[in-house]
């Protein structure tokens, strides 16, 4: 994981958390999308802005504000399997009320 909270932009009553997405559209918010929207993999967004857009109405249905989303992909290989990291990090930035209801998502807070 390459970015601290020293390259992500600090914004006071709020809090950077970050998880590392699996690969195969295995992910909540991916899934959720394919389930309210009848998808198939092909059908799922492939534009930043688009699934920036998803995750952030995924979690606000959860009561859970994104305020920005930034995502850093790694200079290492990842293995195939759809258990296996997609290859980036996604970073949210939450409000601090709801740091421990993003954190109960399986996201960590950024150091």
Given at each position: ?111
């Amino acid at each position: 994981k390459a970015p601290t909270s020293n390259s992500l932009p600090d914004q006071p009553g709020a809090t950077w958390v970050s998880i590392d997405p699996i690969q195969c559209l295995g992910n909540p918010w991916e899934q959720d999308w394919l389930r309210r929207n009848n998808g198939t993999w092909g059908d799922y967004p492939q534009e930043w802005e688009a699934q920036r857009a998803i995750i952030t109405d995924y979690y606000a249905r959860l009561g859970i504000r994104v305020l920005a989303a930034r995502r850093d992909w790694w200079d290492r290989p990842v293995c195939e399997a759809c258990s296996c990291p997609a290859g980036y990090t996604l970073y949210l930035l939450v409000p601090d009320e709801d740091v421990a209801d993003i954190v109960a998502q399986e996201f960590e807070v950024v150091p």
